[in-house]
């Protein structure tokens, strides 16, 4: 058996957990791993930069694209009741100021911030979604956080972003130097230790191998944070996505329509209920601060 170094801590104390695929696109097999030294789940191999693109190319990336399916159609649906969920978030920390948004795909997010009157900075690396921003929100949207100036935000949004970077560590600590002295950084991640994600396993949507390179619970994000200099202020449950990723799931599974929905809601219901006793919700939002 290889031994499989952990490539945040480089720790050689590494176990497998589970085998799956990239069951929304490519169909290649790839592993979990997580490291016992700090405590982050991550996938083997991470394909780099350069590769790791083509896992992207695809019309039905929801969040880079135009929605085709009855499942896209549901995601668009659910996404608008979020996003002004996302909002009332906001608004409760903070009245005024620049929102950044790390991550910002195709920018429904900054363009909701900015009819609610915030000032709003993009960070988006992939092109196409970076010229759909601009153009819903008559903003420019930088490709990388190096274009910034010295600038400090209030926010800082990462949602469902943090699992998708490659270097934890830089990201983490990159922001934090953007942040003002009272400000929040909101990441928003899914968690592996959910009722949904035990249920599916290996058909758990949310792993999106390898899109999702790392795989986070309570237990490693306060970990990852408070080896930044961060610390958690608050968590809060996005009880929505446990019946979009069961949706999901089940259609990797290939499940007849009426099975689908059906087990869909059973599930999410479930998972939310379980939750209730262990905060082991399917998606988790983390809002943090400087220690």
């Known amino acids: 058996m290889k031994s499989v170094h952990c490539p945040h801590c480089d720790s050689a104390k590494t176990l497998l957990v589970l085998k799956s695929k990239d069951y929304f696109l490519t169909q290649e097999l790839f592993q979990i791993y997580k490291c016992t030294s700090c405590k982050i789940s991550f996938t083997d191999p991470i394909p780099d930069n350069k590769i790791i693109t083509k896992y992207y190319q695809s019309d039905s990336y929801v969040s880079h694209g135009q929605s085709r399916s009855i499942l896209d159609s549901v995601y668009v649906l659910a996404r608008k009741y979020t996003l002004n969920w996302k909002v009332k978030i906001l608004k409760s920390l903070i009245s005024q100021g620049t929102v950044l948004d790390f991550g910002c795909g195709t920018g429904d997010f900054l363009k909701i911030c900015k009819d609610s009157g915030f000032q709003i900075q993009?960070?988006?690396?992939?092109?196409?979604?970076?010229?759909?921003?601009?153009?819903?929100?008559?903003?420019?949207?930088?490709?990388?956080?190096?274009?910034?100036?010295?600038?400090?935000?209030?926010?800082?949004?990462?949602?469902?972003?943090?699992?998708?970077?490659?270097?934890?560590?830089?990201?983490?600590?990159?922001?934090?130097?953007?942040?003002?002295?009272?400000?929040?950084?909101?990441?928003?991640?899914?968690?592996?230790?959910?009722?949904?994600?035990?249920?599916?396993?290996?058909?758990?949507?949310?792993?999106?191998?390898?899109?999702?390179?790392?795989?986070?619970?309570?237990?490693?994000?306060?970990?990852?944070?408070?080896?930044?200099?961060?610390?958690?202020?608050?968590?809060v449950a996005m009880k929505l996505d446990a019946y979009y990723i069961s949706l999901l799931s089940n259609k990797y599974q290939n499940r007849n329509t009426f099975f689908k929905i059906v087990n869909s809601i059973v599930v999410g219901l479930t998972s939310n209920i379980k939750a209730k006793q262990n905060d082991n919700y399917s998606s988790v939002l983390f809002i943090v601060k400087r220690k």
């Open 122 to 235: 993009g960070i988006e690396p992939a092109a196409k979604a970076r010229e759909q921003a601009e153009y819903k929100t008559k903003t420019k949207i930088h490709e990388n956080i190096s274009e910034l100036k010295g600038d400090k935000y209030g926010i800082i949004t990462l949602w469902h972003v943090l699992e998708h970077v490659h270097n934890l560590k830089t990201t983490l600590l990159t922001l934090k130097d953007k942040l003002s002295t009272d400000g929040k950084i909101l990441i928003a991640v899914p968690n592996h230790l959910s009722y949904d994600a035990k249920y599916f396993k290996e058909y758990w949507a949310a792993y999106d191998l390898p899109r999702h390179i790392w795989h986070f619970n309570y237990e490693s994000m306060s970990s990852l944070l408070d080896e930044a200099g961060l610390v958690i202020v608050k968590t």
